[in-house]
């Protein structure tokens, strides 16, 4: 990882097994020179002692809401304030819960409800509790207000059973805060990204649609939400929930999603053209559901939906803006042509059935320097790849968009 480690950091260590983990994680980012505040739940130091930590941060721990040490005794106000970041983990089923309904019982819960800076939360339960309606729900609730989830893992659990749950690894947590507390290169910047399918319906109950997840969408949003961007995601069908801090505009056909976008497209300064939009539409789509007849299929009729993305690259003033293309055969002979044809900046590229529905992706990006491929990884990190190019291309090209000041001419004194 090239991001630098926040210089300030407040671990939370709740009462789960993974507490141990979480040892591991104060010493890494010590290691990285972090300043490494630990605050214990009572539950927390059932696991791990304050010992442990203190040796390892160099800090005293604390727990205790009316600790004699803070002067004010104000420890849930006094501990957070110089904080660039508040990371718990483990996070258990409990503590989320606290944190979605506002509760406020020890120092850790109150001090989170406090803070002035970002908080990120690493859940570790089992399987069960993860996947239990309550805790669904209450992570959606933090996702909604900003709170960053990282994880949970499938695999061994501590009760003997396998499934979602276990807290991510000591490496990967480091590693996501590391890109949380990264250089936001798009600080200042309004994005719009379109993701997931369309669809195109015939009748009440049937449609045209295609097999985009929206995953590759949705995972650019976040990375641009990460680099500081003021995000705004327009998205067809799809299940996902919205990234930390993303506005979310919902869109079903191909022509809503049009209509979504070109009212937003003006004021964006970046616009990222994920969605899979369907190519045609239905004519006289029935208001009820087509019934045999006998007679065989019905007829329809197709209509083009607008192109969404030359539409935008046509406007007046128009955003940055990045293509997506997916094809099945002769990648790199159709996305030159239709970088050219629709002319924008950047295409990013990729073959439809190697990125469809996975949860990784590898993607080749065409610009006018050429091509930049960027290896398979999960979806998210090659998304956190394509907006570090789109910044630096977006510098350069507001640089070079923006004309010479004009000289003043000198007026002469009446």
Not at 338 to 351: E, H, S, T
Request: hydrophobic share 45%; proline share 7%; with cysteine.
């Amino acid at each position: 990882m090239t991001s630098p480690a926040p210089r300030r950091l407040l671990l939370g260590v709740t009462g789960g097994v993974a507490a141990y983990k979480a040892a591991e994680l104060a010493r890494l980012f010590v290691k990285d020179g972090a300043d490494v505040q630990v605050v214990l739940t009572e539950a927390g130091a059932r696991f791990v002692g304050p010992a442990t930590f203190q040796a390892l941060s160099g800090k005293p721990v604390f727990s205790d809401m009316w600790d004699a040490r803070v002067a004010n005794d104000m420890a849930h106000i006094e501990l957070s304030r110089d904080r660039e970041l508040v990371v718990v983990a483990p996070a258990t089923a409990d503590f989320l819960a606290k944190l979605a309904h506002g509760v406020a019982d020890d120092l850790l819960s109150t001090l989170c409800l406090a803070r002035d800076c970002p908080l990120a939360v690493a859940p570790a339960m089992n399987r069960q509790m993860w996947e239990h309606p309550a805790t669904q729900r209450n992570v959606a609730t933090l996702r909604a207000d900003g709170v960053f989830i990282l994880g949970p893992d499938a695999g061994d659990q501590a009760c003997g059973e396998v499934g979602m749950g276990r807290m991510l690894e000591p490496q990967a947590i480091h590693d996501e805060v590391l890109v949380l507390a990264g250089p936001k290169r798009l600080g200042g910047k309004r994005v719009l990204v379109t993701a997931g399918p369309t669809f195109e319906p015939i009748d009440t109950v049937r449609g045209l649609t295609n097999l985009s997840s929206g995953k590759m969408g949705y995972a650019v949003a976040q990375a641009c939400a990460e680099a500081g961007a003021e995000v705004t995601l327009v998205s067809g069908p799809t299940a996902l929930p919205a990234p930390p801090g993303v506005k979310r505009v919902d869109a079903t056909t191909g022509l809503q999603m049009h209509a979504a976008v070109m009212e937003r497209a003006p004021a964006a300064d970046v616009f990222f053209a994920v969605a899979a939009v369907a190519d045609f539409r239905i004519v006289g789509a029935r208001d009820h559901k087509i019934k045999k007849n006998g007679k065989g299929p019905p007829q329809v009729e197709l209509a083009e939906n607008p192109d969404i993305l030359a539409d935008v690259a046509a406007l007046p003033s128009p955003p940055f803006c990045v293509g997506f293309a997916a094809e099945t055969e002769h990648l790199r002979e159709y996305a030159q042509a239709k970088r050219r044809k629709k002319g924008i900046p950047l295409l990013a590229a990729n073959l439809a059935q190697f990125a469809f529905g996975r949860d990784d992706n590898a993607l080749t990006l065409f610009d006018d320097a050429g091509e930049h491929p960027l290896a398979r990884a999960p979806k998210i990190v090659v998304a956190r790849e394509l907006v570090a190019h789109v910044a630096a291309m977006v510098a350069e090209w507001r640089r070079r968009d923006v004309p010479a000041p004009r000289p003043i001419k000198a007026t002469k004194r009446a």
